[in-house]
Structures are given as structure tokens and as C-alpha cells.
């Protein structure tokens, strides 16, 4: 992932002349923070409850969350900078393998790391592989647990004694992302672990994630959406193209833009769970992904949607990296 260079964060206000805000706060501070847990954990809600607007893919499916997003929370007195990770687990294949080295290489380079604990699961181990994980890293680490609606006090209270004796933590913080319970406060503590700095981004920022990842995410949340378990892992999604089309100077419309996007699934049998019956299941897929990236682009688009067999491309290198991993 592309952090900003040093050159660009000590170069000062000249050097993003027009992009940051000319003048900050001596005491302002910006950093980064990744949140970490087991698939399902919470964690894209909880991002998008502290940037306070969606932006990135949530889903009930474990592990739809591939690439990594980040959401900027902006204050008068600082910007964090979430980068939401997939979930760190054990690897079973190659792209485990890549998953899990993305994740660590994430770890060391933010300034807090937020470990999600779902209060209505059990501490099991899972938990405990990504506790050990993050024992060997010096980046302090906020446990939080997250689904606080979803329990009752006892049990909310049992929870955080199971997390204090899992770890040792910077902090602990009881959450509801959906009920909006102790997100300020999350964000407080969060705030106080960031450095010293110039504003990173520009104000209002929410996201940097390439559009063309952004693109791909809605059309594999939507592909996913209803199929078998087994599918997540085995679904890539690639935008191969995106073309405007030529208009007129004074078209009042929006832009019309060509999206030409490549499904890749393992076998021939996944393809016809994911094309379905005559192409009903595609056309749907369509129809969903459409209107997602066209709020996202806020253009009309025509999308072209092309799934293909890539045999075994989770174990393939080359393909890995032509799919983006
Ligand atoms: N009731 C309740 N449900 C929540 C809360 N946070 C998340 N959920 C639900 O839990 C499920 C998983 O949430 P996600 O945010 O997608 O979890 P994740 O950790 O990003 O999942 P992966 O992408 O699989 O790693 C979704 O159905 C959410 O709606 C919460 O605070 N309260």
C-alpha cells in the first residue's frame, strides 16, 4: 500500500499547495490506524461508523473485504486514516499466504492497530492466533468489542474480561457500530495514540481507494450475493476497461461510461452458478453492481460483465498479480 512519501510529508504546505489546508493547529495530529479480526468481526461497519459514511463493502459472507480501504476521519484537530484489512487467518493457500503478508506489513507501519472482538462470539482461536500476532508487533493495539447491542451487560462485562486476559492492550472499548454506542469515544482514544503532524489529506477526503477497486468490490459483493459459501475465495473481479463516451459540449447529462469488467471463477460449474439459469443471475448481478457504481462515479454506465475459468488462480502467481493481489 502507498503511504504518503516523507518528501511529501515534510515538504510542507507548498508541496500540496491547494490539496491541504494551508495552516493547521500546532497541536494537530494525523496517523494511521488498521483495523484487524476474524471475518465477520465487524470490522468494515465499525470503519464506516468512525469515517460516518460508507465506504467500504460490508456483507454477512466472511472475507468479502480483498483489498484494503482506507476511510479518513477528519477533525478540527486531527485525521486518522483507517486502512480496513482483510481478515488476518491461517493461511491455507497461496493467497492466504499473500493476505496474511499484506496484513503483517500493514501492522508495522501504522501508528495504532484496532483488534474487533465480537461481544456475541466467544473468544475462540481465531482470536487467539491473531492475539499472538499482534504481541510480536510494537504498534499499540485498542481492543474493542464490537456487537455491544447485540449482548447483555453481563455478558458484555464477561467479554471484556476474556479480552483483558487475552493480550495486553493500550486499551479497551466496548462498541456498537450500528447503534452509534461509544464510537466517539473509540475515536478519541485513537486520536490520542496518532503523532504530531501536518494534515495528510485533504479536508473531506473520505477515501483514496482506486476507483477501479471500488468498482470491482461492488461487483463482487453483488456476484456473491445469495450463492454458496464456497464461492467467496473463489470469485476475483477484475476492470479490465472504463471508456467515455463522446457527447455533445452542452449535454446537460451526466457522462455515459463504458465499464467492462472480467468475473474469474476456478471451474466451469462455479461459472454457471455465478452466469445462472439463461443468464438471469448475471443480468441481476448487473443490475445491482450499476446503480452502486454509478452513485460512486456519479455517471450513467453501461457495464460489461465477462466471467471466465481461471483454473486453480488462487495457487497461480502470475495470475495473482494480473488479478491485483
Ligand atoms: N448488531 C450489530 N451488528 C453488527 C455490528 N457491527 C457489524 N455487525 C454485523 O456483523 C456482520 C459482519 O460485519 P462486517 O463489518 O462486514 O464484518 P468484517 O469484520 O468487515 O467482515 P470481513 O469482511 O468478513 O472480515 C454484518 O452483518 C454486520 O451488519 C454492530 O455493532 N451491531
Not at 224 to 243: F, K, M, T, Y
Not at 287 to 313: P, S
Request: some cysteine; overall charge negative; proline content about 7%.
Amino acid at each position: 500500500m502507498t503511504f504518503p512519501s516523507d518528501d511529501e510529508l515534510t515538504a510542507g504546505p507548498n508541496a500540496l499547495e491547494g490539496l491541504v489546508r494551508p495552516d493547521w493547529p500546532e497541536d494537530f495530529r494525523a496517523g494511521f490506524a488498521c483495523l484487524v479480526g476474524r471475518p465477520n468481526a465487524g470490522k468494515s461497519t465499525l470503519t464506516n461508523a468512525l469515517v460516518g459514511q460508507k465506504v467500504a463493502i460490508t456483507s454477512g459472507r466472511p472475507q468479502t473485504t480483498r483489498h484494503t480501504i482506507r476511510g479518513i476521519v477528519h477533525r478540527e484537530d486531527g485525521q486518522l486514516v483507517l486502512v480496513d484489512t482483510p481478515g488476518l487467518h491461517r493461511p491455507r493457500t497461496l493467497l492466504g499466504q499473500r493476505l496474511n503478508d499484506l496484513v503483517r506489513e500493514t501492522l508495522g507501519e501504522v501508528d495504532v492497530i484496532v483488534f474487533c472482538l465480537p461481544a456475541d462470539e466467544k473468544i475462540g482461536p481465531g482470536d487467539r492466533f491473531i492475539a499472538r500476532e499482534l504481541g510480536q508487533q510494537h504498534t499499540p493495539v485498542v481492543a474493542v468489542a464490537t456487537k455491544a447491542d447485540l449482548v447483555s451487560r453481563e455478558r458484555l462485562a464477561e467479554h471484556l474480561l476474556e479480552i483483558d486476559q487475552l493480550g495486553s492492550w493500550a486499551d479497551i472499548v466496548p462498541v456498537s457500530a450500528v447503534a452509534g454506542d461509544q464510537v466517539d469515544v473509540l475515536t478519541d482514544v485513537l486520536f490520542a495514540r496518532l503523532p504530531l503532524s501536518p494534515p495528510l489529506y485533504p479536508d473531506g477526503e473520505l477515501t483514496d481507494e482506486p476507483e477501479n477497486v471500488m468498482i470491482a468490490e461492488l461487483v463482487r459483493e453483488a456476484a456473491l450475493e445469495g450463492v454458496r459459501d464456497e464461492l467467496p475465495h473463489s470469485l476475483a473481479v477484475v476492470v479490465e476497461e472504463i471508456n467515455e463516451r463522446p457527447r455533445d459540449d452542452d449535454d446537460p447529462r451526466p457522462p455515459m461510461l463504458d465499464v467492462h469488467v472480467n468475473l474469474y471463477v476456478e471451474r466451469p460449474s462455479q461459472k454457471a452458478i455465478v452466469i445462472g439459469k439463461g443468464g438471469a443471475r448475471l443480468r441481476d448481478v448487473g443490475t445491482r453492481a450499476r446503480k452502486g457504481i454509478e452513485a460512486l462515479l456519479g455517471a450513467r454506465v453501461y457495464l460489461d460483465l465477462h466471467v471466465r475459468v481461471a483454473k486453480d488462480w488462487q495457487r497461480d502467481p502470475k495470475l495473482l498479480q494480473r488479478l491485483g493481489f
